[in-house]
């Protein structure tokens, strides 16, 4: 979406290598999201932040970290990549309040082998 | 803690007839509503969203949902299906709650709609 970009869009790595996905607003939004996508699931909060510097763990947290340098950037990284880590993951972006909703990248596919 | 339930898998049309998909959601106040529809390959993008006032609401795409507040559901409706409406389609549901202040989106597990030309 306009405004969004992830990166890469594709990547293939090997189980036990650390993996850093980017994910870059144009916005200026405030709230920032990482989303995991699995069949079956739907999607499920990995983490999230709510300025530069502040970030908070949502449902699936375990095995990822993330960081936000500027409010432009939020990085979210597989500190040693496992089998079960193999999904699509998203970024969104929001402005935070309760009727706004959330414009979505176009993700990005990871394959750990 | 609030909840989506999207009982459909998969649901397939023919082109040109009628498509409901359900939603029902579980949340103790008035709720924030949303619909997403996902293209292969791509991210999802805001169909229609639900806050406060006419319980039918108009989106994109020619799409339209009810809100039901006595059966706790938010189905999405359109008259005639396209061969491009083709895709996964999310319902989700807005609570504030996140530290920050932030308003939390919870999916529902998605319906994926094939259209049979």
């Known amino acids: 979406d306009a405004g969004i970009t992830q990166s890469p869009r594709h990547k293939v790595t090997e189980t036990g290598t650390p993996v850093t996905l980017r994910c870059h607003q144009t916005e200026n939004h405030r709230y920032m999201y990482w989303y995991r996508q699995d069949p079956g699931h739907g999607l499920r909060l990995i983490h999230y932040?709510?300025?530069?510097?502040?970030?908070d763990k949502g449902e699936v947290s375990d095995g990822y970290s993330v960081s936000r340098s500027k409010t432009e950037d939020f990085l979210l990284t597989l500190e040693s990549a496992t089998s079960s880590q193999t999904s699509v993951y998203f970024c969104?972006?929001?402005?935070?309040?309760?009727?706004?909703?959330?414009?979505f990248g176009s993700g990005t596919r990871l394959t750990v082998v | 803690a609030q909840s989506v339930t999207q009982p459909d898998i998969h649901i397939t049309v023919s082109e040109g007839a009628s498509l409901e998909l359900r939603c029902n959601y579980s949340?103790?106040?008035?709720?924030?509503l949303f619909w997403y529809v996902q293209s292969p390959g791509q991210g999802l993008q805001l169909l229609l969203k639900y806050f406060s006032g006419d319980t039918l609401v108009q989106g994109i795409k020619g799409f339209e949902a009810e809100f039901k507040r006595s059966q706790s559901s938010f189905n999405l409706r359109k008259p005639s299906v396209h061969w491009s409406d083709a895709a996964e389609y999310f319902c989700a549901v807005g609570a504030l709650g996140l530290t920050g202040g932030g308003n939390k989106l919870t999916f529902g597990t998605g319906t994926q709609l094939k259209v049979e030309l």
């Open positions: 932040s709510y300025g530069v510097k502040d970030t």
């Open positions: 949340y103790g106040a008035t709720p924030y």
């Open positions: 969104a972006i929001s402005e935070g309040y309760l009727a706004g909703g959330y414009t």
